[in-house]
Nanobody, 127 residues
Framework: QVQLVESGGGSVQAGGSLRLSCAASGFTGSNNCMGWFRQAPGQERERVATIVIGGSGGGRTHYADSVKGRFTISQDNAKNTLYLQMNSLKTEDTAMYYC?????????????????WGQGTQVTVSS
């Protein structure tokens, strides 16, 4: 059974940084995907960043235009943990952030079609 547990959210002033973590258990996929998504109140869920896990494309990343140059997704295989380093945070980054893992074989990482989701961690950026 796959479990994803996010941590690291909190409140920060604009311009600050946070690092989100996602501890994954029961997920040892190779040539698969993990990603970070976010959802602000009243808005649709938004893809933030994805990463290829293992395989020939392992480590390849993709970012939403809104976070490019500010956020970095990474993975520690030994700890089975996914990270999202968020720098130069803006008020518009305020949202619940979710970790996701495992897409169907016919999907690419940069999709919404993930099979497993964490419970989310709140990020609030104030001006």
């Amino acid at each position: 059974q796959v479990q994803l547990v996010e941590s690291g959210g909190g409140s920060v002033q604009a311009g600050g940084s946070l690092r989100l973590s996602c501890a994954a258990s029961g997920f040892t996929g190779s040539n698969n995907c993990m990603g970070w998504f976010r959802q602000a109140p009243g808005q649709e869920r938004e893809r933030v960043a994805t990463i290829v896990i293992g395989g020939s494309g392992g480590g390849r990343t993709h970012y939403a235009d809104s976070v490019k140059g500010r956020f970095t997704i990474s993975q520690d295989n030994a700890k089975n943990t996914l990270y999202l380093q968020m720098n130069s945070l803006k008020t518009e980054d305020t949202a619940m952030y979710y970790c996701a893992a495992d897409v169907p074989w016919y999907e690419v990482c940069w999709s919404n079609d993930y099979n497993y989701w964490g419970q989310g961690t709140q990020v609030t950026v104030s001006s």
